[in-house]
């Protein structure tokens, strides 16, 4: 193996959303072993380069759920995929309809939102590590920005979540990739972005075979990168599903099972 690809929520991290000794040990070994680690995650480049500090990991980073890929020591970005202006455009025009729900638009790093939720907040400033800027009409920013948007971010409660995920797919899943990473999170991508093209370009990049990665994930936002990878590994915690497509499983992310993983890589 020459490069191994974890994932970050209910894979990397436990519950309590720390990182176990055990798991920071086992990372080391790995490295000092010459093999890369990159995280690979549906938040934001700048939560994947926090962690990516804390473990002393240097290299590129996916995240966005495969849109984005960039180096957290260069700042060397290989891949942004962006979604079209006027379906960002529209499914905010939705959202604004439904209170239960709250809209996150992000560029890279940068998020705008409008409508004010304590949820919302909380996992934008906790989980992803940016800052949310208020603004008043994200469609009037979206038309006036030369860049394209990165992502949509939805949050919610998982029953109106699934409602407005049915009704977003049914008009605009030919044009984008609607993927739920939590059950509270949905995520609107480029229609090409997912986790295993990503990893099948940065294999690329570094000149690595597909049968030389291992790659770990908990979700279904995961499993086409454990599909591509030549070790694709399932923690004990992921649907079954999931655990299925995956070449072993893991225990899960509360028992150490990316320590498990590494150490049987290493054996």
């Known amino acids: 193996m020459k490069l191994v690809t974890i994932d970050i929520d209910g894979t990397l991290i436990r519950d309590d959303l720390s990182i176990s000794q055990q798991?920071?040990?086992?990372?080391?070994?790995?490295?000092?072993?010459?093999?890369l680690v990159a995280l690979c995650t549906g938040r934001p480049h700048v939560a994947a380069e926090h962690f990516a500090k804390m473990l002393g990991i240097e290299g590129f980073q996916i995240?966005?759920?495969?849109?984005?890929?960039?180096?957290?020591i260069s700042k060397e970005t290989i891949?942004?995929?962006?979604?079209?202006?006027?379906?960002?455009?529209?499914?905010?025009?939705?959202?604004?309809?439904?209170?239960?729900?709250?809209?996150s638009l992000l560029y890279g790093d940068c998020c705008y939102y409008e409508r004010y939720d304590d949820f919302a907040m909380h996992v934008n400033i906790d989980v992803n590590f940016v800052t949310p800027i208020r603004v008043k009409d994200i469609n009037e920013l979206v038309a006036q920005e030369e860049k394209n948007p990165?992502?949509?971010?939805?949050?919610?409660?998982?029953?109106?979540?699934?409602?407005?995920?049915?009704?977003l797919k049914k008009l605009y899943d030919s044009q984008v990739n609607i993927l739920k990473s939590g059950p509270r999170y949905l995520d609107v991508i480029n229609k090409k972005s997912s986790k295993g093209r990503a990893l099948k370009i940065l294999s690329a990049k570094l000149g690595?075979?597909?049968?030389?990665?291992?790659?770990?994930?908990?979700?279904?936002?995961?499993?086409?990168?454990?599909?591509?990878?030549?070790?694709?590994?399932?923690?004990?915690?992921?649907p079954e599903e999931v655990k299925k497509m995956a070449d072993f499983v893991?225990?899960?992310?509360?028992e150490d099972g990316v320590a498990y993983a590494l150490q049987k890589l290493l054996s």
């Open 150 to 167: 990165t992502k949509i971010l939805i949050t919610g409660e998982e029953r109106p979540l699934d409602e407005f995920m049915a009704a």
């Open 63 to 72: 995240s966005h759920n495969g849109a984005y890929i960039k180096h957290n």
């Open 23 to 35: 798991t920071v040990k086992a990372i080391k070994k790995v490295m000092d072993k010459e093999i």
């Open 250 to 254: 893991a225990p899960t992310n509360n």
């Open 79 to 103: 891949l942004h995929d962006t979604l079209p202006k006027g379906v960002a455009e529209d499914i905010n025009t939705m959202c604004r309809r439904d209170p239960r729900l709250c809209l």
């Open 208 to 238: 690595i075979d597909r049968d030389e990665i291992m790659a770990i994930g908990d979700n279904f936002n995961d499993m086409d990168m454990l599909e591509f990878a030549g070790i694709g590994v399932a923690m004990g915690n992921a």
